[in-house]
């Protein structure tokens, strides 16, 4: 071959030299690109964690450290290596997978407490009834109807729902005024009224009044009025610096938990931060009581309160314990079962042996000791009270003995694989007037202390009577008539516990 061939063909090939500077600078550069990437996915899980606002400050710069440690294990694999640095790369992709992962659930964590805190208000479903056999099938074909209304209980919402009807009919309506909820529903069976509207939390009042009402009457239309609610709670700090009180409100509804309706189960948490210790007061749902700012005097069971709205139970619960309860809890029917099953069923202790009936939801054979129950044997459970020789007495301590249950199930450590589970659902069947700073600041003290709570439970006792409620007047109603010795022992520990004195210890929780 000649020089002038040799010469051309080293031109047309690229020296061997050249291709390994090429494939080395490609891999440099992917490998600055690990880095910059495990830096921008460390600074944004930093931020959420930071934004969370739960963690101590200790604790923040403990994970801020081990982030550092970490991007310096790809730092150092690929800045100071003298072969390729693939595992570096790997280690790398894999922080930022990891990472990527904990900055989602960290925020989604933080938008679901969001969702759950500060609810402060409550929905009122005002409907618009006829009489079964009427012609109207929509509220435009009851435009000429007379409407009857009542302005004694829940006026504003009344005002507010004539106003909604008629805007949505484009006319002025004719109103008949009724004396009370149960006039309404006499005047529409007896045809003096075309139609009457009303809150669809009074319909047992109705039922109670007219017999038959529900099956005599169709609701046309219905409208939700949303309630604000004023508790005068007080800042950030109060959970971790003073005694509070959370009532402890279930339901009995299945669907919205922020629907207006009567209150089943009937708990109130009186907590000191400060001496780390919790009491739990039941109290009957037929306990006969004043409703304060409703019951004008007269007596009620406690269940009807949660009609006229969980401030109201707050109240009668309130003046019954002289004890200021500013927050609450509130879960239905389906909170309970759903939360339940989402734990994998959880171990109920049982002072004794009974079997549940129909009215409960389902029937379960309860042992005296510990069960395991799924979510419906849960809630029956909770609910049956007509097998139980000590009637409301027992059911309200075994609605605690679930609670208590709950809570345990929920400390566990396997719990936290469930934790995206639990949250999404708390996010639906949960609802508290707790602002979420105040829950970030409760357990940021907690991390902080890792104290452990003192936790008692008592129940309020009673004997099972007959009498008429202010809800119901017409008719005798079975109560729980109120054991005043029992009430005034409640009384005095939970002046124990506002007080800064120590319980008798029975739970402890870390």
Same mark, same amino acid.
């Given at each position: 071959?000649?020089?002038?061939?040799?010469?051309?063909?080293?031109?047309?090939?690229?020296?061997?030299?050249?291709?390994?500077?090429?494939?080395?600078?490609?891999?440099?550069?992917?490998?600055?690109?690990?880095?910059?990437?495990?830096?921008?996915?460390?600074?944004?899980?930093?931020?959420?964690?930071?934004?969370?606002?739960?963690?101590?400050?200790?604790?923040?710069?403990?994970?801020?450290?081990?982030?550092?440690?970490?991007?310096?294990?790809?730092?150092?694999?690929?800045?100071?290596?003298?072969?390729?640095?693939?595992?570096?790369?790997?280690?790398?992709?894999?922080?930022?997978?990891?990472?990527?992962?904990?900055?989602?659930?960290?925020?989604?964590?933080?938008?679901?407490?969001?969702?759950?805190?500060?609810?402060?208000?409550?929905?009122?479903?005002?409907?618009?009834?006829?009489?079964?056999?009427?012609?109207?099938?929509?509220?435009?074909?009851?435009?000429?109807?007379?409407?009857?209304?009542?302005?004694?209980?829940?006026?504003?919402?009344?005002?507010?729902?004539?106003?909604?009807?008629?805007?949505?009919?484009?006319?002025?309506?004719?109103?008949?005024?009724?004396?009370?909820?149960?006039?309404?529903?006499?005047?529409?069976?007896?045809?003096?009224?075309?139609?009457?509207?009303?809150?669809?939390?009074?319909?047992?009042?109705?039922?109670?009044?007219?017999?038959?009402?529900?099956?005599?009457?169709?609701?046309?239309?219905?409208?939700?009025?949303? /309630?604000? =609610? @004023? %508790?005068?709670?007080?800042? +950030?700090?109060?959970?971790?610096?003073?005694?509070?009180? $959370? &009532?402890?409100?279930?339901?009995?509804?299945?669907?919205?938990?922020?629907?207006?309706?009567?209150?089943?189960?009937?708990?109130?948490?009186?907590?000191?931060?400060?001496?780390?210790?919790?009491?739990?007061?039941?109290?009957?749902?037929?306990?006969?009581?004043?409703?304060?700012?409703?019951?004008?005097?007269?007596?009620?069971?406690?269940?009807?309160?949660?009609?006229?709205?969980?401030?109201?139970?707050?109240?009668?619960?309130?003046?019954?314990?002289?004890?200021?309860?500013?927050?609450? /809890?509130? =879960? @239905? %029917?389906?909170?309970?079962? +759903?939360?339940?099953?989402?734990?994998?069923?959880?171990? $109920? &202790?049982?002072?004794?042996?009974?079997?549940?009936?129909?009215?409960?939801?389902?029937?379960?054979?309860?042992?005296?000791?510990?069960?395991?129950?799924?979510?419906?044997?849960?809630?029956?459970?909770?609910?049956?009270?007509?097998?139980?020789?000590?009637?409301?007495?027992?059911?309200?301590?075994?609605?605690?003995?679930?609670?208590?249950?709950?809570?345990?199930?929920?400390?566990?450590?396997?719990?936290?694989?469930?934790?995206?589970?639990?949250?999404?659902?708390?996010?639906?069947?949960?609802?508290?007037?707790?602002?979420?700073?105040?829950?970030?600041?409760?357990?940021?003290?907690?991390?902080?202390?890792?104290?452990?709570?003192?936790?008692?439970?008592?129940?309020?006792?009673?004997?099972?009577?007959?009498?008429?409620?202010?809800?119901?007047?017409?008719?005798?109603?079975?109560?729980?008539?109120?054991?005043?010795?029992?009430?005034?022992?409640?009384?005095?520990?939970?002046?124990?516990?506002?007080?800064?004195?120590?319980?008798?210890?029975?739970?402890?929780?870390?």
């Amino acid at each position: 071959m000649s020089k002038k061939s040799r010469t051309a063909d080293r031109a047309g090939r690229r020296p061997k030299n050249t291709r390994r500077n090429s494939g080395r600078s490609e891999r440099n550069r992917f490998g600055m690109f690990c880095i910059i990437l495990q830096t921008v996915i460390s600074l944004a899980f930093m931020g959420v964690v930071v934004l969370l606002d739960m963690l101590p400050m200790r604790y923040l710069a403990m994970i801020g450290m081990i982030l550092f440690f970490l991007w310096c294990i790809t730092f150092t694999s690929q800045m100071a290596r003298r072969k390729k640095g693939t595992l570096g790369k790997l280690f790398s992709l894999l922080m930022v997978c990891v990472l990527s992962f904990g900055t989602f659930y960290v925020a989604r964590a933080n938008n679901i407490i969001a969702m759950i805190t500060g609810g402060n208000y409550q929905i009122d479903r005002m409907v618009v009834a006829v009489r079964s056999d009427d012609a109207a099938e929509v509220l435009e074909d009851a435009m000429d109807y007379s409407f009857g209304v009542q302005f004694e209980r829940g006026g504003d919402n009344m005002q507010a729902a004539v106003t909604d009807i008629q805007e949505e009919l484009g006319t002025d309506i004719s109103t008949v005024e009724c004396a009370s909820v149960q006039d309404q529903a006499q005047a529409l069976v007896n045809g003096d009224v075309d139609a009457i509207i009303y809150n669809k939390a009074y319909t047992e009042l109705m039922d109670g009044a007219v017999q038959g009402y529900s099956d005599d009457v169709r609701i046309i239309y219905e409208t939700s009025i949303r /309630v604000e =609610l @004023n %508790f005068g709670n007080s800042g +950030d700090s109060s959970l971790t610096k003073q005694p509070f009180t $959370v &009532y402890i409100s279930g339901i009995d509804v299945y669907g919205e938990v922020t629907e207006t309706s009567r209150s089943d189960v009937n708990i109130i948490a009186v907590v000191n931060p400060t001496t780390h210790q919790v009491l739990l007061v039941t109290t009957p749902r037929d306990y006969y009581v004043e409703i304060p700012g409703v019951s004008k005097g007269q007596n009620d069971k406690l269940t009807h309160a949660g009609i006229y709205g969980i401030d109201a139970s707050m109240a009668t619960l309130s003046q019954l314990y002289e004890t200021d309860i500013n927050y609450y /809890v509130r =879960l @239905n %029917f389906t909170s309970l079962i +759903d939360i339940v099953d989402i734990l994998g069923g959880i171990d $109920v &202790y049982s002072e004794v042996a009974f079997t549940t009936g129909d009215e409960s939801g389902c029937i379960v054979d309860v042992k005296e000791g510990y069960n395991h129950f799924d979510g419906e044997e849960a809630l029956a459970f909770c609910r049956e009270r007509h097998n139980l020789a000590d009637g409301d007495n027992q059911r309200g301590k075994n609605q605690q003995a679930v609670i208590t249950a709950m809570i345990k199930k929920m400390l566990s450590p396997t719990m936290l694989l469930k934790a995206n589970s639990i949250l999404n659902q708390v996010s639906k069947d949960v609802e508290m007037n707790v602002s979420q700073s105040q829950i970030n600041s409760l357990i940021r003290y907690q991390l902080n202390t890792n104290a452990k709570w003192t936790i008692q439970s008592v129940a309020a006792e009673g004997t099972g009577a007959e009498d008429y409620c202010y809800s119901e007047p017409n008719q005798l109603l079975y109560v729980t008539v109120p054991d005043y010795d029992s009430v005034n022992g409640i009384i005095d520990l939970v002046n124990v516990v506002e007080e800064g004195g120590t319980l008798e210890e029975t739970e402890k929780l870390n």
